[in-house]
């Protein structure tokens, strides 16, 4: 059988064999090689061009192989969305998902981003970073408007109320701050009370009063009016990491390090459910609205409808385990887990038609799940670092995400 190489290529690998065993002390592999062979111009030195050859050309062979099996996975995953999505048809806006490339990145923060939030009514978006600061942002044409200073440690969470008159934003600095947005987002209050690091912010409902999450194992609840605290939730044993609130106001959602999901009954303090199951840290939750029931049913073969109406019944949950789960929050009963993350998942919402689901994650990617059939329909790689939060504008077809890589992406949905 003839050699595939050339005569040059068959003398520099010998050459480069020879080179191997003598740097290993295989003498007498050497000698023989060197005997049979007829190399008369070998030289030890490391100077020459064979120097080192074999091990080098392993290693190349070894990255090669390890690239190939990466492209061979993500073939694999994009073929599997093309097999698992809709064949597509003229469709309402609200049905639209995120595609790439995105329309903006935007660059200022100078520390990992930790939370983004759409303005409800206007063109603005916040931002918030581990460098103390919150920018504000037209996502229109990505113009900086404004930095808020005021924090002296990372900022963890910002979150709008309803009306978008002001912003509540919390911190590692043991403070939360309420800004307020109708007159150049000045700083009204700093509400005292968490003794650690404050996870998450939201305000309720009614807009009357804000939700905080902490490390100090504790819930709060906070009047807007005098900044007083109202009421304090315990019961979690470690790290909360997020609390949020059916759409109703009448239950409490969080998540803790402690791998347990609880349900409050918000006016009586009483625990109604712990939803346990995933194997690490829960990063973060979010309500199913009543407009995915449908979908939920279809994805899990409920029949009882006679409650499909009452908000707070589903709740969906995203964890370092990297597994998205969907639980019936009456029943504490995981209905289906979502898989495919390659990492921590950070962050997830629910598009506002109530199809989707959306999650970001640690392995750099956006996913978009389709909650009736429980696939992945759309992987967009992301960022160059970790992705650690999201949102959907709900008056706009766009999609902001934010990462370690201390950039902020919006993205079109089409």
Not at 79 to 84: G, I, K, R, S
Not at 169 to 179: E, F, G, H, M, Q
Not at 241 to 255: E, P
Request: glycine content about 6%; overall charge negative.
């Amino acid at each position: 059988m003839s050699s595939l190489l050339t005569s040059k290529q068959n003398d520099e690998l010998r050459l480069a064999i020879l080179d191997y065993f003598h740097i290993n002390g295989l003498t007498n592999s050497f000698q023989a090689l060197q005997s049979e062979a007829i190399i008369e111009d070998y030289n030890g030195d490391g100077k020459q061009r064979y120097s080192g050859l074999l091990e080098k050309k392993w290693v190349s062979v070894i990255r090669l192989q390890k690239k190939i099996m990466e492209l061979e996975k993500k073939l694999a995953q994009v073929q599997e969305e093309l097999n698992n999505a809709p064949i597509r048809k003229p469709t309402n806006t609200v049905d639209w998902i995120p595609r790439s490339p995105e329309k903006l990145t935007l660059t200022r923060h100078r520390s990992p981003i930790t939370s983004v939030a759409f303005h409800p009514l206007f063109s603005s978006i916040a931002t918030a970073s581990e460098d103390t600061t919150i920018i504000i942002w037209d996502y229109e044409t990505g113009e900086f408007e404004r930095t808020l200073k005021g924090h002296t440690k990372a900022v963890q969470d910002i979150n709008f109320d309803s009306k978008g008159n002001f912003l509540v934003s919390c911190s590692a600095d043991l403070t939360i701050k309420i800004w307020d947005t109708q007159n150049d987002y000045v700083c009204i209050k700093t509400l005292y009370g968490h003794d650690h690091s404050i996870s998450s912010c939201v305000f309720l409902p009614n807009n009357d009063f804000i939700m905080s999450a902490s490390r100090d194992k504790t819930i709060k609840i906070w009047e807007l009016s005098s900044g007083f605290c109202t009421k304090t939730f315990t019961g979690h044993s470690d790290w909360v990491r997020s609390a949020i609130f059916s759409d109703d106001g009448k239950y409490i959602a969080s998540c803790s390090n402690d791998k347990n999901i609880r349900i409050v009954d918000y006016n009586t303090g009483e625990c109604k459910n712990e939803l346990r199951g995933h194997d690490h840290v829960i990063e973060c939750i979010a309500y199913a609205p009543t407009n995915s029931y449908q979908s939920i049913r279809e994805l899990t073969g409920i029949t009882e409808t006679m409650k499909e109406e009452t908000p707070g019944l589903y709740i969906f949950s995203g964890s370092r385990d990297k597994t998205i789960r969907l639980w019936d929050t009456l029943n504490g009963q995981c209905l289906h887990s979502f898989n495919g993350h390659d990492n921590w998942i950070r962050d997830i919402i629910v598009h506002p038609n109530g199809k989707y689901l959306i999650s970001v994650s640690d392995d750099k990617t956006m996913k978009v799940w389709d909650i009736k059939t429980g696939h992945c329909i759309k992987t967009i790689e992301g960022h160059q670092h970790f992705i650690t939060c999201v949102d959907f504008n709900k008056t706009s077809p766009l999609i902001a995400t934010g990462s370690v890589d201390q950039t902020v992406k919006i993205w079109e949905c089409r």
